[in-house]
C-alpha cells in the first residue's frame, strides 16, 4: 500500500466543518514514512483562507483516499490513510514538507509553493486490490 500511495499522483482529502459537514477536495501529497504532505500552492483559488485549513484547525481527524482506476478491472486498487493533521505555517518541517513536494513534482518545481502546508500523521492504512 505504502508503495501505491507513494507513486500516486493524486488524491482526495476529507475533512470535517464544524457542523461535521464533509469537504473532499483533490490534492498532490508527498509520502515519508507515515507523514503525508499537501501544500498550499499557486494555482488559481477564490481565496488563500482554504476551507480545509480552517477545517483541520478545527478538527484534525482526516482522511486522505488515492486510487487508481481502468478499464482493466484486475488492476483496480484504493488505499485509504486516516489520522490527524496540522497545518504547518512555517519552520523546518514546513521546509522539509516543500521539498519533499518539489521532489515529487516538477510543477512544483518550476513554481514552488509557498505555504502553508497540511502534515497528516497516518495512524491506519485501508484498502483493497483487484
Given at each position: ?40 500552492d ?23 483516499l ?5 478499464e ?59
Open positions: 500500500m505504502r508503495e501505491q500511495v507513494a507513486a500516486a499522483r493524486v488524491g482526495r482529502l476529507a475533512t470535517l466543518d464544524a457542523e461535521g459537514r464533509q469537504h473532499l477536495v483533490p490534492i498532490c501529497f508527498a509520502l515519508n514514512g507515515d507523514r503525508l504532505y499537501s501544500a498550499v499557486e494555482k488559481p483559488k477564490r481565496s488563500r483562507r482554504l476551507k480545509r485549513l480552517a477545517n483541520i484547525r478545527g478538527n484534525p481527524h482526516v482522511s486522505v488515492v486510487d487508481h482506476y481502468e482493466d478491472w484486475t488492476r483496480l486498487w484504493w488505499v485509504r490513510v486516516d489520522g490527524k493533521a496540522e497545518v504547518l505555517e512555517d519552520g523546518p518541517e514546513l521546509e522539509r514538507a516543500l521539498a519533499l513536494l518539489g521532489a515529487k513534482y516538477e510543477q512544483y518545481r518550476a513554481e514552488p509553493p509557498l505555504g502553508p502546508a497540511i502534515a497528516l500523521q497516518i495512524e491506519t492504512w485501508k484498502g483493497w486490490q483487484a
